[in-house]
């Protein structure tokens, strides 16, 4: 499997990303075959099934993408399936403490680092399972950023080995700190929590990576994110009706 999300992290660049929410694969094929780095499937609040998740990444098989799926909550049994699905790597949602930190590290991988069960049985009917030691090694597991209480224990957590990025969740951290849900705040204490994980991540060789839009592409870049989702398939689809609506309708004068 090529690791393309890898590749440009080893090259020192910053990943760019897109978001799967709708059912039908060839959304996921589409995306993948534009240049994005990484195409996440997502199962916590997307609209796929297990049966849709395994499609879109099998969709994506070919394509050089890296593909990636947020499973539903930090749980072993769905964090195995997506991987024996084919995705290189999980994001995993509200990971809170040194715990559950450790919890998703070893769901991620096999003994003698974790406790997840063998069974790669897609990714092994492609011909793309490269053994037990380069599964520990290549696997992404990605714990959410995405309360107060993470970040206060963010140092903490990336002392647990075995995580290979941060993914914040601007949304749900607005909520923990009293604001509306949004992908950026003018809040200082907002801010200076997205600038503490950063940091740390910096100070711990992980990868800091977050939730967000091609309008917020270069801020969050300067900002020190080297893992940036920066287009959505609904939010894609909304702006290309929207465009092509505004223009017929100025061209038209209907």
């Known amino acids: 499997m090529t690791d393309q999300l890898r590749e440009r992290w080893a090259a020192g660049g910053t990943a760019l990303g897109a978001w799967i929410s709708l059912r039908d694969p060839i959304v996921a094929e589409t995306a993948a075959t534009v240049g994005f ?5 997502d199962l916590q609040h997307g609209l796929n099934d297990y049966d849709g998740m395994a499609n879109a990444v099998a969709a994506m098989a070919r ?7 947020r499973v539903p909550w930090n749980e072993p049994g769905i964090i195995g399936r997506a991987l024996d699905a084919g995705a290189a790597g999980v994001i995993i949602p509200m990971v809170n403490s040194v715990d559950e930190a450790q919890r998703a ?9 974790g ?23 290549q696997v992404l597991c990605i714990p959410m950023i995405e309360t107060r209480e993470a970040v206060e224990r963010i140092d903490d957590i990336l002392d647990v080995p075995g995580i290979s990025a941060v993914y914040i969740g601007p949304a749900d951290l607005s909520i923990t700190y009293g ?6 705040q003018a809040d200082d204490e907002w801010n200076a929590a997205i600038a503490k994980v950063v940091a740390s991540c910096a100070a711990h060789g992980v990868t800091a990576g977050v939730h967000s839009a091609a309008a917020l592409a270069a801020k969050r870049g ?25 223009s017929s309708r100025e061209a038209t004068g209907g």
């Open 37 to 41: 780095d990484y195409v996440c499937v």
């Open 63 to 69: 394509t050089g993408v890296t593909p990636l799926v």
């Open 105 to 113: 590290v070893s769901a991620c991988h096999y003994w003698p680092i």
């Open 115 to 137: 406790t997840r069960s063998f069974g790669p049985i897609a990714l092994g009917a492609r011909g793309g399972f490269a053994g037990i030691e380069a599964a520990n090694e």
């Open 179 to 184: 604001l509306r849900p949004g992908m950026d």
């Open 222 to 246: 300067e900002q020190g994110f080297r893992m940036i989702t920066v287009s959505s398939d609904l939010g894609a689809v909304a702006a290309g009706f929207g465009a092509d609506l505004r």
